[in-house]
């Protein structure tokens, strides 16, 4: 965990866990905490389905809000 100069704290997030058999899969990207809290969320209350109007809707809000997001 690091907190920038600005006071966001930044955490790491394991978008993808590595295996036995292919450590290098492992993907950490570096989040915000409040993103973190909410890929949390997403991982542990869409673990059985999800809706297609729900994936287009993150399609969508990754499109509009892209170049916004900074390089942590």
């Known amino acids: 965990m690091t907190k920038r100069p600005q006071g ?3 955490q790491g997030h394991h978008a993808i866990y590595g295996s036995p058999d292919h ?4 993907c950490i990207v570096r989040i915000y905490k409040g ?3 909410i890929a949390e969320d997403m991982k542990r ?3 059985k389905s ?3 109007g729900f ?8 499109a509009v809000n892209r170049d916004r997001a ?3």
Do not use: G, M, N
């Open 8 to 10: 966001r704290v930044i």
């Open 23 to 26: 450590p290098e899969q492992e």
């Open 35 to 37: 993103e973190h809290k």
């Open 45 to 47: 209350f869409l673990r």
């Open 50 to 52: 999800t809706s297609r």
């Open 55 to 62: 994936c287009k809707w993150l399609d969508i809000w990754l």
């Open 70 to 72: 900074k390089e942590l």
